[in-house]
RNA sequence: GCGCCUGUAGCUCAGGGGAUAGAGCACCUGCCUUCUAAGCAGGGAGUCGCAGGUUCGAUUCCUGCCAGGCGCGCCA
């Protein structure tokens, strides 16, 4: 495995330690006051007549010597060194930006990396030594999957692949609710669905699983078994149609998550904790640190201690002493870190936002520094299919689930739709638009690039073009259009943008990334013809196209969508 | 009442203390006898919800207000 800091971190951070080195300079002659302390950020300009790299340093000294920008720039510069260096020009620009003008041989070297690196290429080692525990979807087993599990699933999907790339060690880990009385309520559910099945006029209870798959499931039980269940004794029977219920679905989410091209490494059982005792070694920790105390016949742990808002019953009064479901999940989040992880992160819905703070206390209730658990919330989905909100799903009275998406739109379509947003954003998922096999669709923007680079090389193999690729045998310097440089800075960017997008938790921006890098292909595309009469020029320009589409690839099997070679 | 999310172009949304606020779609004008026109080039289109504050500079940060969405159990 491959891991090193890409060339364009490189490069800023060689500027950036001879924009430092300049400052210490100008303060040792005394041109800037000694206390001084700032951080150099690099970076890239909106406008390419701004220069490759730029900086807004000058800027902030400024405002602390109460100096303007540019006269702290015209300082820096006087001082700064960019000897041995690929810089070949320093302007100061507006309010006082200093925007460097690099040679290529940055650019070269960078492109070199991809060839090298190829599938691998973008990965860094920024976040090694981190060991990630990344939760998401964990729906409850009590029915078929819906749109924001489905989002949530394109979301941690591509965050963890990323966190991967950028070095960290990350488990994808599905956490299966499969204790508590709702379990209980679906097993009902079902055994009176099959009741009914077999002609009985038995109700359904109360809270019950109202879907049309119960019935489905009865149905294929009734074919299965007959009228046979109903000889069980009440406890077996009921055990019974409980797991049967349980296993089914969650089979059936399986099913569909594999359909989504996601793989979990751990589907992890509420019911095992359970049966381990690890709900009532919580609470007796809690208790043992004094944190929990008795009101109206309940047991009560002081939340508020920890910054909740208010206390939280962990033993609820009843007479079987059941515990609330923080206990359980503190359980859970007890024994991921116990699994050597030192950072957690959760993907949850909307709902449970109010939840999030009372599960961080509990963790340093526990003993556990704040800061190991970071949830991000993914909010709500909503479908329309062009101005019309679309709320039920043909079969009547259940929410469209993410099957019935998938098969509507496709894979591809869902992820690159779910992930175009921020998570945290309301998201109108236009099912018309997504299904559109036309330009009117922002996935096939980018799939196209990809399949336009490989068709190029279908045709040159057919034309019979003989070529040698690779760094060494082409004239690097044939490649100077302005799409040309302007393709390759975007190429260069992608193992920085990896980590910074991870890094933020921002999966969409990786989006934008392949937006743009699919516009600098396309542009060079039209520009430039890669497949021309000057053998030399055309052997540089397929050397491009090939890293332009190693880099789409490797972006697309980011967010988990396919890159096809025709379309 | 409290908490969270959102308010930016006609629509769906990015962005973000600074240099002329962006994209996709829609609309208008050009561009296919040559590597895929699912493309490119250009154009019109915005008081960045409203009002204050901090700052040399706010659309971005802070406060208040308005609007929309979601949540607030001894349910999970």
Redesign the pocket.
Same mark, same amino acid.
């Given at each position: 495995m491959q891991s090193s800091p890409s060339v364009l971190g490189e490069v800023k951070k060689d500027i950036a330690t001879r924009v430092m080195r300049a400052i210490s300079k100008a303060q040792d002659r005394g041109d800037l006051p000694k206390e001084l302390s700032v951080e150099v950020k690099m970076?890239t300009?909106?406008?390419p007549?701004?220069?490759d790299f730029?900086t807004?340093v000058a800027?902030?000294l400024?405002?602390e010597i109460?100096t303007?920008?540019r006269s702290v720039a015209g300082t820096i510069i006087r001082h700064l060194n960019i000897d041995d260096s690929p810089v070949l020009r320093v302007?100061i620009?507006?309010?006082?930006?200093l925007?460097f003008f690099l040679d290529a041989s940055w650019l070269e070297k960078a492109m070199s990396r991809v060839w090298a690196e190829g599938p691998s290429y973008g990965r860094t080692d920024y976040l090694n030594g981190e060991k990630i525990l990344l939760e998401f979807v964990s729906a409850?087993p009590t029915g078929p999957l819906n749109v924001v599990n489905a989002r949530a699933a394109a979301v941690g999907d591509c965050l963890a692949s990323m966190l991967e790339m950028a070095g960290a060690q990350v488990s994808r880990e599905f956490y299966i609710?499969d204790?508590?009385?709702?379990t209980d309520v679906l097993g009902d559910s079902l055994e009176a669905r099959y009741r009914q099945a077999l002609g009985q006029d038995f109700p359904l209870p109360e809270?019950a699983y109202k879907g049309e798959y119960l019935k489905d499931l009865a149905q294929s039980l009734v074919v299965e078994k007959g009228p046979s269940l109903l000889d069980l004794a009440d406890d077996e029977r009921h055990e019974f149609f409980k797991s049967y219920a349980l296993q089914k679905i969650l089979d059936w989410q399986k099913k569909t998550l594999q359909d989504y091209g996601l793989t979990f490494d751990t589907w992890f059982s509420?019911k095992s904790l359970r049966d381990m005792g690890a709900h009532n070694l919580v609470v007796e920790l809690l208790r043992i640190k004094g944190l929990t105390y008795e009101?109206?016949?309940?047991i009560?742990f002081k939340s508020t201690d920890f910054g909740d808002?208010?206390d939280?019953?962990l033993?609820?009064?009843?007479e079987h002493a059941?515990?609330?479901?923080?206990v359980?999940?503190l359980a859970y989040h007890k024994n991921k870190l116990e699994r050597g992880f030192n950072h957690l992160i959760d993907i949850l819905?909307?709902?449970?936002?109010?939840?999030v703070?009372r599960l961080a206390a509990g963790l340093m209730g526990l003993g556990y520094p704040k800061g190991v658990l970071e949830v991000l919330?993914v909010?709500?989905v909503?479908l329309?299919k062009g101005?019309e909100l679309v709320k039920m799903s043909k079969r009547g009275g259940e929410f469209i689930s993410m099957d019935e998406l998938l098969e509507e739109v496709g894979k591809d379509a869902a992820r690159f739709f779910f992930l175009?947003?921020?998570?945290?954003? /309301?998201?109108?998922f236009?099912i018309d638009?997504a299904r559109l096999?036309?330009?009117?669709?922002?996935v096939?923007?980018v799939?196209? +690039?990809h399949?336009?680079i490989?068709?190029?090389?279908?045709?040159?193999k057919e034309d019979g073009f003989k070529f040698a690729m690779g760094p060494n045998e082409i004239d690097f310097s044939l490649l100077r259009d302005a799409?040309e440089l302007a393709l390759m800075k975007i190429i260069a960017a992608f193992p920085e943008e990896v980590y910074e997008i991870a890094k933020?938790r921002?999966p969409?921006?990786l989006?934008?990334f392949m937006?743009?890098l699919?516009?600098a292909f /396309?542009?060079f595309?039209?520009?430039?013809?890669?497949?021309?009469e000057d053998p030399a020029l055309t052997a540089a320009?397929l050397y491009l +196209?090939k890293l332009a589409q190693i880099v789409l690839a490797n972006a697309l099997r980011l967010i988990g969508v396919s890159a096809?070679?025709?379309?």
């Open positions: 970076e300009p909106p406008r007549e701004q220069g730029a807004g800027m902030v400024g405002r109460k303007d920008g302007d620009a507006g309010p006082g930006f925007n409850n609710n204790a508590g009385n709702q809270n509420e009101k109206d016949g309940a009560w808002d208010k939280r019953v033993v609820k009064s009843d059941t515990a609330t479901y923080i359980p999940d819905g909307p709902d449970h936002h109010g939840y703070n919330i909010q709500v909503r329309v101005k175009m947003r921020s998570p945290e954003s /309301h998201l109108d236009d638009l096999q036309s330009n009117e669709n922002p096939f923007y799939q196209y +690039a399949a336009r490989a068709s190029i090389f279908r045709q040159a799409s933020a921002e969409n921006r989006i934008k937006m743009d699919a516009t /396309h542009a595309y039209t520009r430039c013809r890669v497949l021309g320009r +196209a096809p070679e025709s379309m």
